[in-house]
């Protein structure tokens, strides 16, 4: 387990992080891989959308060009300060300060989950997949993007040590322990590494 796989550890991180956050991400996770992503999920205008590890409202602010009816969760306070002054705290997103791995909602209170560079954070990412499967109604939809598994095995024991990253084959394997079954992933990434992202779409069966 890397290092910022600690709840503890992630806020802290955080802490300090999201006062650039805004500025840094785009590097990794731009609007054009957000565009490509919002696509694959396919939302419908009327649709209830859950953004798990909303962060500072980045992924939060393409869903809201799909739907209205947007709710966004994080563990980090300092993350979601930055989104309040972009939405307000209730305004255009009802926000809500959780943990992925246990969510605070009923059962299929949503007809599609979102999370966008979160996963990789997760001390137990199946536990939290299985809330996401719980909260989700009948026939909607759950799309992940996490961090692309590196090819070099230089990259790879960095990664190792640092946080979560994976490639399809674990996926699958996560995906499927939480009790998905129509699974499937796509790569995307920058101009200068146009693989570095994995994002999956899960549907439940109607």
């Not at 419908?44 to 009816?69: K, N």
């Not at 989104?83 to 209170?109: C, I, M, Q």
């Not at 990253?165 to 790569?187: C, K, L, S």
């Amino acid at each position: 387990m890397g290092i910022l796989e600690d709840k503890s550890r992630a806020r802290l991180f955080y802490k300090y992080l999201s006062k650039v956050y805004d500025q840094v991400n785009p590097f990794i996770w731009n609007e054009e891989m957000r565009a490509e992503a919002l696509e694959i999920l396919d939302l419908a205008p009327d649709d209830r959308v859950l953004d798990v590890g909303c962060g500072t409202g980045f992924g939060t602010e393409g869903l809201l060009q799909y739907t209205d009816d947007v709710h966004g969760l994080d563990q980090s306070i300092h993350q979601m300060e930055k989104a309040f002054e972009k939405f307000g705290r209730t305004d255009r997103v009802n926000f809500y300060r959780g943990d992925a791995e246990r969510l605070p909602f009923a059962d299929d209170s949503f007809d599609a989950v979102w999370s966008s560079g979160s996963i990789e954070y997760w001390p137990n990412p199946v536990d939290a997949l299985a809330e996401f499967r719980r909260v989700v109604k009948p026939g909607g939809s759950v799309l992940v993007v996490g961090p692309n598994y590196p090819r070099s095995s230089v990259f790879q024991r960095l990664a190792d040590a640092i946080m979560l990253f994976y490639d399809e084959e674990e996926a699958d394997r996560m995906f499927a322990e939480a009790g998905f079954e129509d699974i499937t992933h796509v790569t995307m990434g920058p101009s200068y590494n146009p693989e570095i992202a994995i994002t999956t779409l899960a549907t439940l069966p109607e």
